[in-house]
């Protein structure tokens, strides 16, 4: 009998097409769900949830054609299999999983699925740049050109790549919300609910333990459910996608975002399905250009790049830290406890975190990732916070946007710059700062925002670094212009690791 194993995030039909390169069309499925995944780890409850619930269903959609293993462990699932014929699966999304697979004495390994570069064109790419650095904005216009997409002949559709310019947008002023149509919301059924009990039972009786709140699930677990997802993102929500996408509103989390990242992540979604589908609504007028080049940049430019880099930086690259920086995680910040923060955007977004395991891109970074980047905490802590407490994380995402994007460890192979910033930025961008105790212009005194003076220790920490890149020699020049400088860095040396 022909075996084909399916790795939890291996869940939607492209998986199991026999194309070119997949597995044979007569082949039996395998699903592991492994026990020592959640050993290992202490994930946010509803990341666990999701996953788990994501697995069942399809192996309820499966039936009689799925062999659905519980193990401790993927060996242990393995060796209960009947037979000695060697099985397939498709190159898993984790150097520690591809080594794990390579291992295996009866495995054929089939190139990845769910992602839009096949990676040796990605290598052949970076061949071609001969050396010169590798630019997320050159990858982003070569992947558009080669899959031909949002093109109009050899020109960017509508006129140019980058609509950026119409897309950084602060929040419209006086307006608690965004007022875009709701997203999509899954209903529960059956299945959760048996997830639900064995969580309980793992963490009663199995010493599991995990993170944040496993409310009613928010994200989709099924491929019908991810398609209902899509589409009504696209109808109704994929219009004002881009004016407001760095805004940030406290009471509406979600504002247009798509909310598809897990869905994505768990293969219940193929990218090239979703761009297509956000290309083909400006082809029908239904979406003006900006707000789609925004979220096909997001995808075919961010979310590729990403996968991209985690293959070709290599296993390495989790332990950069160029900066030095060795503080652990405080307490209060690991167990997601947003009421002890005082700062209202920290303690928004780590509640978002707490209650959802999402939160959009600029609160991971301009909130969560910066703070932890100001504090000087040890960046392989910080992945592994991003890692297990967010519905989407997955090791090959994590590790280019926390190790390189967010905490710059990498020294900026990733990036141009340490992307942190003053509490101005978060006042520019969001409604946060309205009613925070701290005030963004303060630097001393009892009132001086954490990001603000955080920013300032930052710079001063780094200053021989920042000083010699162009793109930060100006935040240098800010600093020796602080009359303030020592009160400053009083101010933030008492704050230790007490939450802001
Ligand atoms: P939208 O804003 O609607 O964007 C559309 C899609 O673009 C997303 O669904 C996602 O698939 C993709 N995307 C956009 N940016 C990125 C990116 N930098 N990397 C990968 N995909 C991207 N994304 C994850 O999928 N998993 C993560 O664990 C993750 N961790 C992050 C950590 C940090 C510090 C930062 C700065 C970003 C991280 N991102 C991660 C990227 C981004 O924040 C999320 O993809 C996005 O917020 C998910 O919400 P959404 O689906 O509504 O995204």
């Known amino acids: ?78 060796r209960g299999l009947p037979g000695r014929d ?130 009613p699930r928010l994200f989709p677990a099924s491929r019908r459910e991810a398609l209902a ?56 007028g239904r979406a003006p250009v900006n707000s789609v080049e925004g979220f096909v940049r997001q995808i075919a430019g961010w979310r590729e790049y990403v996968w991209q880099l985690y293959w070709h930086f290599g296993d390495g690259y989790r332990d950069s830290n160029a900066l030095g920086h060795r503080e652990p995680l405080p307490r209060w910040f690991a167990e997601l406890d947003a009421d002890a923060v005082t700062a209202r955007c920290l303690a928004t977004a780590l509640a978002q975190v707490r209650d959802t395991g999402w939160t959009h891109h600029i609160p991971r970074l301009m909130v969560l990732g910066s703070h932890a980047l100001q504090r000087g905490w040890d960046p392989r802590e910080v992945t592994d916070w991003f890692h297990r407490c967010f519905v989407d994380g997955y090791d090959w995402v994590m590790l280019p946007n926390v190790v390189g994007m967010s905490q710059y460890a990498d020294g900026g192979r990733m990036t141009t710059k340490p992307y942190t910033s003053g509490g101005a930025y978060i006042h520019r961008m969001s409604d946060l700062c309205g009613g925070c105790a701290y005030r963004p212009g303060d630097r001393t005194g009892p009132r001086a925002c954490p990001y603000t003076t955080g920013y300032w220790s930052f710079v001063h920490r780094h200053r021989d670094v920042l000083a010699a890149n162009p793109r930060t020699a100006r935040a240098v020049y800010g600093l020796d212009r602080l009359t303030d400088l020592r009160e400053v860095l009083r101010g933030e040396r008492g704050r230790g690791d007490l939450p802001p």
């Open 1 to 78: 009998m022909r075996w084909h194993w399916l790795f939890g995030d291996q869940l939607g039909p492209h998986f199991l097409d026999p194309g070119d390169d997949g597995p044979s069309r007569d082949a039996r499925v395998v699903m592991i769900e492994s026990r020592a995944v959640f050993r290992r780890r202490r994930f946010h409850r509803a990341k666990a949830h999701l996953v788990l619930s994501a697995m069942r269903h399809r192996a309820a959609e499966l039936g009689d054609h799925v062999h659905y293993v519980r193990a401790e462990t993927y060996g242990e699932g393995l």
């Open 229 to 284: 997802a899509l589409r009504r993102f696209v109808d109704k929500r994929l219009a004002d996608f881009g004016p407001y996408e760095d805004a940030v509103l406290a009471a509406d989390p979600v504002m247009s975002h798509s909310l598809l990242s897990s869905s994505l992540n768990l293969g219940l979604l193929d990218p090239l399905e979703v761009v297509e589908e956000a290309e083909r609504a400006w082809r029908d």
């Open 86 to 215: 060697p099985f397939t699966v498709h190159h898993p999304t984790s150097h520690a999983a591809a080594a794990f697979v390579r291992g295996l004495d009866r495995v054929r390994v089939l190139p990845a699925r769910g992602f839009l570069i096949p990676r040796e064109s990605f290598r052949a790419w970076v061949d071609l740049r001969g050396g010169r650095e590798l630019r997320q904005e050159d990858f982003y216009h070569w992947t558009r050109r080669e899959l031909n997409l949002l093109m109009d002949g050899d020109a960017p559709a509508g006129g140019r790549w980058n609509h950026d310019h119409a897309n950084r947008e602060p929040p419209p002023r006086g307006c608690a919300t965004l007022g875009a149509p709701r997203p999509y919301r899954p209903r529960e059924d059956a299945i959760d609910e048996e997830v639900r009990a064995d969580l309980d039972r793992w963490q009663r009786e199995d010493g599991i333990e995990f993170v944040g709140r496993d409310g």
